[in-house]
């Protein structure tokens, strides 16, 4: 197994600290946990002193689960973790924790940040997570960080996910892993890190994965290509590192109901496509003063490109059928030649973004006596250029789009955006003896946020400021050894996006994603969270935690319905709110590892309006009051899982997760008894490992184990395509679950190679 380096981690914004594992069986020592308290390096603390419920995970955790790919593991293993497959790729899936989300998929309501080596990675745009860009092979560690915490700036409503990369002194020697699966999935892992000369290092790493597709027509492929090098001095330490990434993913969104009765792996309409690029440019540096006294700094720059393109039914041709219900014969509805028929039956969507960021951080720690305290300052900037264009098509037999060369390309929009950011921030850790801890922190924010949008609807410029001043105070007290406790409370805020900012002005609606109008201001998410819980050892092998909390979010931004159309507009909501309980334990003991978590999430409005969908018309709104769930989270959430050294080179594991039933999203009401609940399903894995010699391991993953069908997500629509079958006039419109389903029976057969010589 490659040997970890405690300095390393220690320097890095997260820490997993423990004796490397013998060829990557059980651990037989419980590893000592590090928290990063802020993104950048220097002031670091044991998770049993950090008031919240943070979870982590170091890469030998995250490769003998044998998960697919990193939200798969966190779906698997973290504790009030869920995952919505709305896309239908395994690289396109919403990640939700305590009711927030983090989703690739623009318009989607984001909660959640992500830091990896001190660079928030939420895109500019819209906020979302492409997890495609990702180098999961070069990832030392990942946590998941709760609440509002102010210290990791923007966007952290619900909580913060802060992964470390790998250097060459944490992970001297080579891995590489290449696995084949079910759907022709193939994944080729490679890393490799070295040491030379007075302390210098270097690591580089790499994935290439591509794959068919679980369902119809949905092949992908990604590659990224991460390197870093560094410097270890007595004092002075630095690394510079560099990623590049791409993808193409094909993602055929939901399923209708009557479809997915007939075959799961079918898609509703073809095609929907996304190409991602990505770089990031990352340098860091620490120096330790001579009074003891640490400085780091970071600075870094990205870029990056997302080119779409989807077919969508046209919004004319679901008009036109539903008002040739019961007028077949008229000639509107039958004559192709008279003005109102409808023949073009699809709509060709082609978008494309580019996006650039600057920033750059400083940040002060000292320790002087019972204080721990740190004083720091960011700054970043962004660009932003958006285009949309649209032309209208038909279906053929298959479902899929095909461009009508006589309809004329329309360009939706064509947006450019600007934003500006600073920060100061201050966090002090007092220590009441060696048993009670304070923690009191603050961050100021100000955000200036500009757009200038042409084409459809011309509007002219825009620019609006933001500034909030977010505090946070948490305390940890130790009864005994045995039992800890802890408590906080925190605020975070979420300044508005471009894209909502384009999408805000009721009386100018748009149809996410073909168009952007108009940019009126609106208010910044507000998200206060309470949480309390212990930890407990109250058995040598065994391990307790458990977390009560509530997040109240002020002014959350959802999509409602204009009224007048199918259309609508961002807007402030007054609350929501989002509470729940989190139990976990584990217990280890001889050759078996035990886990077990459970969680209960309630997450309803507290304010009172309409909710967006293609059924929530003036005849029958989908209101929202206090008390109404938001859809997509299930209450109930329980995940078990056992691991098994069969015999010192075997090891046997399996994992089950229960998911409870869910609402469906444009039933928020109740109001449409048809599309009813989602129901609750059930999913056991199961995994062995083989370590063949000291560097070779053989492994076999089966995913879904007992095939069982489910879905993740629904939502309710109009089907225009019952059966597969295509609508003829005269034939009644009826609503429809589309349901995202979850993969059937999967297999994997992998072979890893590692060597630390």
């Known amino acids: 197994m490659l040997r970890r380096a405690a300095l390393a981690c220690a320097l890095a914004p997260i820490s997993v600290l423990a004796q490397a594992p013998q060829a990557d069986v059980v651990r037989s020592l419980q590893p000592v946990e590090i928290l990063g308290q802020t993104p950048l390096p220097g002031l670091v603390q044991q998770r049993d002193r950090y008031a919240g419920n943070a979870q982590l995970a170091d890469d030998g955790a995250i490769e003998r689960a044998k998960s697919a790919n990193l939200p798969d593991f966190m779906n698997r293993k973290l504790t009030g973790v869920t995952v919505n497959e709305v896309q239908g790729s395994p690289f396109q899936v919403d990640v939700n924790y305590r009711g927030h989300r983090l989703s690739p998929t623009l318009g989607t309501a984001q909660g959640l940040s992500v830091f990896l080596d001190g660079v928030r990675i939420n895109e500019p745009f819209g906020d979302v997570m492409n997890w495609d860009l990702l180098p999961e092979s070069a990832i030392a560690s990942l946590a998941l960080m709760p609440g509002s915490n102010p210290l990791f700036g923007l966007n952290t409503l619900g909580g913060a996910l802060v992964l470390t990369t790998k250097s060459g002194l944490s992970h001297k020697g080579t891995e590489a892993d290449f696995s084949l699966g079910s759907f022709g999935r193939r994944r080729l892992d490679l890393g490799h890190g070295l040491q030379w000369g007075e302390g210098w290092h270097g690591y580089a790493a790499g994935t290439l994965f591509g794959e068919e597709g679980a369902r119809e027509k949905s092949s992908g492929r990604l590659g990224n290509l991460f390197l870093k090098v560094g410097h270890q001095g007595a004092r002075t330490e630095w690394t510079a590192s560099y990623l590049q990434a791409r993808s193409r993913l094909a993602g055929n969104g939901l399923l209708s109901q009557s479809l997915d009765d007939i075959d799961r792996r079918a898609g509703y309409t073809f095609q929907d496509t996304t190409r991602n690029r990505a770089s990031l440019l990352n340098v860091s540096v620490t120096h330790k003063l001579e009074s003891g006294d640490r400085l780091a700094a970071l600075a870094w720059h990205r870029s990056g490109r997302r080119e779409g393109s989807n077919g969508d039914i046209n919004g004319a041709w679901t008009d036109w059928l539903q008002a040739c219900e019961n007028a077949a014969a008229t000639p509107a509805c039958s004559d192709p030649a008279h003005p109102a028929f409808v023949g073009r039956t699809a709509v060709l969507n082609q978008s494309s973004a580019r996006q650039w960021a600057s ?237 077990g978590d459970a969680s209960w999430l309630d997450a309803t409005y507290r304010s009172a309006g309409t909710l967006p969908g293609p059924l929530s018309t003036a005849d029958s709104p989908n209101p929202f009051g206090p008390g109404t769930r938001i859809a997509g989270l299930p209450r109930r959430l329980l995940k078990l899982g056992v691991d098994w050294q069969a015999a010192p080179a075997v090891t046997l594991g399996l994992d089950s997760m229960l998911v409870g039933s869910q609402v469906v999203a444009g039933n928020e009401s109740g109001g449409r008894p048809e599309l009813g609940k989602l129901a609750g399903y059930a999913v056991l894995d199961a995994r062995v490992a083989w370590q063949v010699r000291s560097r070779w391991q053989a492994y076999l993953r089966v995913s879904n184990l007992l095939d069982r069908r489910y879905a993740s997500f629904a939502s309710g629509n109009l089907d225009l395509f019952p059966g597969g079958r295509a609508l003829q006039p005269g034939d009644e419109v009826h609503a429809s679950r589309f349901l995202a389903p979850g993969g059937g029976r999967a297999l994997t057969l992998g072979v890893r190679y590692e060597w630390d010589d």
């Open 359 to 595: 920033g750059a951080g400083l940040q002060w720690t000292r320790q002087a006596g019972r204080h721990q305290f740190a004083l720091g300052a960011d700054v970043s900037s962004s660009r932003i250029g958006y285009e949309q264009f649209s032309q209208e098509g038909a279906f053929d037999a298959a479902r899929v789009a095909v461009a009508d060369p006589a309809a004329p390309i329309t360009q939706q929009v064509s947006l450019t955006g600007k934003s500006r950011h600073a920060s100061l921030f201050a966090t002090d850790i007092v220590s009441f003896g060696e048993d009670t801890q304070l923690t009191l922190s603050g961050r100021w924010n100000r955000t200036q946020v500009g757009n200038t949008l042409t084409a459809a609807g011309t509007s002219g410029s825009e620019s609006f400021t933001y500034s909030k001043l977010n505090p946070a105070l948490g305390a940890t007290h130790a009864v005994s050894d045995l039992l800890n406790l802890f408590a906080s409370l925190s605020q975070g805020t979420r300044v508005p996006t471009v894209l909502e900012l384009g999408c805000a002005d009721a009386s100018r609606p748009c149809v996410l994603p073909t168009g952007l109008q108009s940019d009126p201001y609106l208010r910044q998410v507000v998200a206060r969270t309470a949480e309390v819980g212990f930890r407990a050892k109250p058995l040598p092998p065994m391990q307790l935690s458990a977390a009560l909390f509530r997040t109240v979010s002020q002014d959350d931004i959802v999509f409602v319905r204009s009224g007048v159309s199918q259309a609508g507009y961002f807007s402030n909501v007054g609350q929501t709110r989002r509470q729940g309980l989190e139990l976990a334990a584990k217990w280890r003991q001889g050759a078996w590892q035990w886990h």
